[in-house]
Each structure stands twice: as structure tokens, then as C-alpha cells.
């Protein structure tokens, strides 16, 4: 039997907030959380970009010193998202057995591998820290999330590139459709904005160059994009059965109502152009919602900025939903916080879910020239959704050829 998965709680820290309320309210109110970097090694190594969307509250002012110094900025980003979404859950009482981790990120702890590296080649051996390995490990974000909350179900990491976090996601809803757990923790996280990957994203010519003008250099959409920008932090979503909501009286969001996942099985970096594995994730998540293309009043989509991406995804819509997609309000939120990696499809479902409880999709900025390949309902400022049911997408894609797409509908 099909089980409703209900959304209680929300958590985020990002370029725009240090929390998920912050975060909404500066992305309705058009904020760009890009901005150049002041660190030695911009100029040291001589980078081409110099920007990024770095998180606007860092983690050694929210965590305790004993709990930020034994987790790389990843699982720190980690742990303070999914802290406010399960105090925003009403911090729940749950057996521990019954409460799951669906958690990913898709680099990892690069800062604490690439840090022992350093102190390897410089200081020797002895000096490089024994915590080094539990800290850089990809699962370090789950498993910290995890024993804090005594979560026992489970506490499972994916790493799928950029739509990492929204596997994640589709996960969660399967592990509670199949009765593992009656509460899942839920998202993903990153913390990336290092020199060696500015440096590669930059020798892929992905990222955009726009360093004299940060704030307007993500454009989804905009005939002049060059790339995305670097983004980092946490988003955690706390997914329950409904009957379990229920029983605890707990303030429902919406409903995780379905969510698929796809292959391209094409290139390792570019996505299908025709984007037809990202419309079979698309229709699969619609099925498994019950709900049909007609339904859909909202769409999150993934639109990093990139020339070739972007129109990918559109491709991948119009096969989905032909010439209607023009009239369905859609957001490029990557515009405002820039591109979080294993961490922004959880950032986006979390986004999606807020659209849906306030009626309100939110802007898409930067776009000054529409490109006419991008026939789609965008606007600078928030697009109201109307009264009646509604029911929206967020689509996360990542290198690898990995589709993942999430439907939320609104109670």
C-alpha cells in the first residue's frame, strides 16, 4: 500500500541566510550571495574566477569548538541544517530504531583530505591528524547527523554529483514507502570552494568569469551565461508517514509525493542534449505522485547557467509538457545562491516547499536578454501560483549522467 510522505520540517544554511527562513526571504527579495573572495590563495595561484557564493554564516560561530573542529565544513554545514529542521519538526520523540539518515554531498571533506596533504608534504607523517580519514569521508555528513540524533534506522549517504541531495531525497521517500523508518532526516551538503576546484571547473570552462561583477554572473537562461558560480552549505528536510505526522500532531509543509531517479548513460559531463533521461525522471516522479504532467503548476529547475545545460533541461520539459511549460511559472534559484553541488537540490526542495506554502514562486535573477531557446515563464520578481491544488518540481542533474527529480504537492 502507497504511503503519503509528508514534509515537517525544514533546515538550510547558504549563501543567503544562515538559516531556511533567512535563506527564503532574501532570495523573494532578489539577493545574490556571490561575492569576491578574500582569501590569500585567490591570488596565490592566480585563479581565473575569483568569486564564489560562499555560505553567509560560517560554522565555528553556530557549532560548539569541540563539535566544528572534528567535522570537515561539509558535515558542519550538515549537522547545523538538519539541527533546524528537526527543531523546526517539533523535535519529535521517536524511537531511535525508527528514525532514519538519508544524507549526501557530492565531493566530500576535500578541505580535510587536501589539508592533510599539505601537512603531510610540509610537516611529516606524525603530523598529519588520526581524525583525518572519519573526517573526509563522503558518509561523514550522515553519520554525524546520525549520532547526534541517535538516529539507528539507518544513516546512508549517495554521491551523485550535482543532483546528489535530491537522490537523496527520493531516497528518504522510498526507505518510508518500504517501512525502514517512520521519520527520515533527510538532504545534503557541500563545502567546495577550494583552489583546486575554482581552478578545474575553470579548465572545463563551467564556471563564469564575471569577477568584476559577482552578484549578476549566474544568468539561467540569459542569452550572455558563461557558467555557474561556487556555492556551499546544507539544506535538511524532515520527511515522515503521514500517520506518523499525524499521531504527534505535527505542522505539516506539504507532501514529498513522489520522486525518480535516471541515468543518461551519455557523457560524464555533458548532459543528453535532447534531454531525454531527465524527462523519463520527470514522468517516473509524476507516476509515482499519482499526478500527470497537467497537474504540475510549478517548476524548481536545475539551470546552473551553463550554455549547454540550461538548454538541455528546457528540451527535457517540452517533452514533458510541450508548448503548456510556457505558462507555468518556473524558478532558477541558482541565480541567487549559486550552485551548491551535492548540496542544492535539498537547498531547492526546500525552496519548492516554501513556494508552495505561500503561494509564491520565486525570481528568477540576473536574466536581462531571455535566451529564445528558453521559452519559459521566468520573472525577476516572485510569481504568484494561485489558489487550488498545487504541484510542483525540482529537478537536480549531475555529472555522470544522474537525473533526480522530486514532485511536492501542497496540503
Same mark, same amino acid.
Given at each position: 500500500?502507497?504511503?503519503?510522505? $509528508?514534509?515537517?520540517?525544514?533546515?538550510?544554511?547558504?549563501?543567503?541566510?544562515?538559516? !531556511?527562513?533567512?535563506?527564503?526571504?532574501? /532570495?523573494?527579495?532578489?539577493?545574490?550571495?556571490? +561575492?569576491?573572495?578574500?582569501?590569500?590563495?585567490?591570488?596565490?595561484?592566480?585563479?581565473?574566477? @575569483?568569486?564564489?557564493?560562499?555560505?553567509?554564516?560560517?560554522?565555528?560561530?553556530?557549532?560548539?569548538?569541540?563539535?566544528?573542529?572534528?567535522?570537515?565544513?561539509?558535515?558542519?554545514?550538515?549537522?547545523?541544517?538538519?539541527?533546524?529542521?528537526?527543531?523546526?519538526?517539533?523535535?519529535?520523540?521517536?524511537?531511535?530504531? %525508527?528514525?532514519? $539518515?538519508?544524507?549526501?554531498?557530492?565531493?566530500?571533506?576535500?578541505?580535510?583530505?587536501?589539508?592533510?596533504?599539505?601537512?603531510?608534504?610540509?610537516?611529516?607523517?606524525?603530523?598529519?591528524?588520526?581524525?583525518? $580519514?572519519?573526517?573526509?569521508?563522503?558518509?561523514?555528513?550522515?553519520?554525524?547527523?546520525?549520532?547526534?540524533?541517535?538516529?539507528?534506522?539507518?544513516?546512508?549517504? &549517495?554521491?551523485?554529483?550535482?543532483?546528489?541531495?535530491?537522490?537523496?531525497?527520493?531516497?528518504?521517500?522510498?526507505?518510508?514507502?518500504?517501512?525502514?523508518?517512520?521519520?527520515?532526516?533527510?538532504?545534503?551538503?557541500?563545502?567546495?570552494?577550494?583552489?583546486?576546484?575554482?581552478?578545474?571547473?575553470? #579548465?572545463?570552462?563551467?564556471?563564469?568569469?564575471?569577477?568584476?561583477?559577482?552578484? @549578476?554572473? #549566474? %544568468?539561467?537562461?540569459?542569452?550572455?551565461?558563461?557558467?555557474?558560480?561556487?556555492?556551499?552549505?546544507?539544506?535538511?528536510? &524532515?520527511?515522515?508517514?503521514?500517520?506518523?505526522?499525524?499521531?504527534?500532531?505535527? +505542522?505539516?509543509?506539504?507532501? /514529498?509525493?513522489?520522486?525518480?531517479?535516471?541515468?543518461?548513460?551519455?557523457?560524464?559531463?555533458?548532459?543528453?542534449?535532447?534531454?531525454?533521461?531527465?524527462? +523519463?525522471?520527470?514522468?517516473?516522479?509524476?507516476?509515482? !505522485?499519482?499526478?500527470?504532467?497537467?497537474?504540475?503548476?510549478?517548476?524548481?529547475?536545475?539551470? @546552473?547557467?551553463?550554455?549547454?545545460?540550461?538548454?538541455?533541461?528546457?528540451?527535457?520539459?517540452?517533452?514533458?509538457?510541450?508548448? +503548456? &511549460?510556457?505558462?507555468?511559472?518556473?524558478?532558477?534559484?541558482?541565480?541567487?545562491?549559486?550552485?551548491?553541488?551535492?548540496?542544492?537540490?535539498?537547498?531547492?526542495?526546500?525552496?519548492?516547499?516554501?513556494?508552495? $506554502?505561500?503561494?509564491?514562486?520565486?525570481?528568477?535573477?540576473?536574466?536581462?536578454?531571455?535566451?529564445?531557446?528558453?521559452?519559459?515563464?521566468?520573472?525577476?520578481?516572485?510569481?504568484?501560483?494561485?489558489?487550488?491544488?498545487?504541484?510542483?518540481?525540482?529537478?537536480?542533474?549531475?555529472?555522470?549522467?544522474?537525473?533526480? &527529480?522530486?514532485?511536492?504537492? #501542497?496540503?
Amino acid at each position: 500500500m502507497t504511503k503519503k510522505i $509528508v514534509i515537517t520540517g525544514i533546515g538550510a544554511t547558504s549563501p543567503l541566510g544562515g538559516t !531556511a527562513r533567512e535563506s527564503w526571504e532574501a /532570495l523573494l527579495a532578489g539577493e545574490s550571495g556571490a +561575492r569576491s573572495l578574500e582569501h590569500d590563495w585567490v591570488h596565490q595561484y592566480e585563479l581565473p574566477v @575569483t568569486f564564489a557564493a560562499e555560505a553567509k554564516v560560517r560554522p565555528d560561530t553556530v557549532l560548539e569548538r569541540p563539535v566544528w573542529k572534528r567535522l570537515d565544513p561539509s558535515s558542519q554545514f550538515a549537522l547545523i541544517a538538519a539541527k533546524e529542521a528537526f527543531a523546526d519538526a517539533g523535535s519529535p520523540e521517536i524511537e531511535p530504531e %525508527r528514525l532514519g $539518515v538519508d544524507f549526501s554531498t557530492g565531493i566530500g571533506g576535500l578541505w580535510t583530505l587536501l589539508d592533510a596533504w599539505d601537512t603531510l608534504r610540509e610537516k611529516g607523517a606524525r603530523r598529519v591528524m588520526p581524525m583525518t $580519514v572519519p573526517m573526509l569521508m563522503p558518509n561523514a555528513p550522515s553519520a554525524a547527523i546520525s549520532m547526534h540524533f541517535e538516529a539507528r534506522a539507518y544513516a546512508r549517504t &549517495v554521491a551523485s554529483a550535482c543532483a546528489s541531495s535530491t537522490e537523496a531525497l527520493v531516497n528518504a521517500y522510498e526507505h518510508l514507502q518500504a517501512g525502514l523508518a517512520d521519520a527520515v532526516i533527510a538532504g545534503g551538503s557541500e563545502s567546495a570552494i577550494h583552489p583546486i576546484t575554482l581552478a578545474s571547473f575553470s #579548465s572545463m570552462q563551467a564556471l563564469s568569469r564575471r569577477n568584476d561583477d559577482p552578484a @549578476t554572473a #549566474s %544568468r539561467p537562461y540569459d542569452i550572455t551565461r558563461d557558467g555557474f558560480v561556487m556555492g556551499e552549505g546544507a539544506a535538511a528536510l &524532515v520527511l515522515e508517514t503521514e500517520e506518523h505526522a499525524l499521531a504527534r500532531g505535527a +505542522r505539516i509543509y506539504a507532501e /514529498l509525493a513522489g520522486g525518480a531517479v535516471t541515468a543518461d548513460s551519455f557523457h560524464i559531463t555533458a548532459p543528453e542534449p535532447e534531454g531525454k533521461g531527465a524527462s +523519463r525522471a520527470v514522468e517516473l516522479a509524476l507516476s509515482a !505522485a499519482g499526478a500527470t504532467a497537467d497537474d504540475v503548476t510549478h517548476i524548481n529547475a536545475h539551470a @546552473t547557467s551553463t550554455p549547454v545545460g540550461d538548454v538541455a533541461e528546457v528540451r527535457a520539459l517540452h517533452r514533458i509538457f510541450g508548448e +503548456r &511549460v510556457r505558462d507555468i511559472p518556473v524558478s532558477a534559484t541558482k541565480a541567487a545562491h549559486g550552485h551548491l553541488l551535492g548540496g542544492t537540490g535539498a537547498l531547492e526542495a526546500v525552496f519548492t516547499t516554501l513556494a508552495l $506554502v505561500e503561494r509564491s514562486a520565486p525570481p528568477t535573477i540576473n536574466v536581462t536578454e531571455q535566451d529564445p531557446d528558453a521559452p519559459l515563464q521566468i520573472a525577476p520578481t516572485p510569481i504568484p501560483l494561485g489558489e487550488g491544488p498545487q504541484l510542483a518540481i525540482s529537478n537536480s542533474f549531475g555529472f555522470g549522467g544522474h537525473n533526480a &527529480v522530486v514532485a511536492i504537492r #501542497s496540503v
